[in-house]
């Protein structure tokens, strides 16, 4: 079983920065999808970014110049660079893994594998 683990949630002022953090425990050996998704209440869950095996991305218009997402040389490990963030961006941020895929979209549907879930609060 693949499991995901979320970290580097916190709160912030509006125009800092935080770096998101996922972990998963199973290596890949073909092609897949990971990507950072966030939800907030009453809100239904968005893609924010998305990389493939190859390493091309996706963004969400709204984060385009400010978030980055990359994998380490493992690519064990994703992370979210978040850059200027907007109170409005206050929510549950996801991690999320999908295998076997050769085209990676942002829509959460797709995605077999999720972690818990880490806060982002964007607060003065």
């Known amino acids: 079983q693949v499991q995901v683990m979320e970290s580097g949630g916190g709160s912030v002022q509006p125009g800092g920065s935080l770096i998101l953090s996922c972990v998963v425990s199973t290596p890949r050996y073909s092609s897949y999808c990971m990507g950072w998704f966030r939800q907030a209440p009453g809100k239904e869950r968005e893609g924010v970014a998305v990389?493939?095996?190859?390493?091309?991305?996706s963004y969400a218009d709204s984060v385009k110049g400010r978030f980055t997402i990359y994998q380490d040389s493992t690519k064990n490990t994703l992370y979210l660079e978040m850059n200027n963030l907007e109170p409005e961006e206050t929510a549950m941020y996801y991690c999320?893994?999908?295998?076997?895929?050769?085209?990676?979209?942002?829509?959460?549907?797709?995605?077999?594998?999720w972690g818990q879930g880490t806060q982002v609060t964007v607060s003065s």
């Open positions: 999320a893994d999908r295998r076997y895929a050769l085209i990676c979209g942002r829509d959460f549907r797709s995605y077999n594998y």
């Open positions: 990389i493939d095996s190859d390493g091309a991305t």
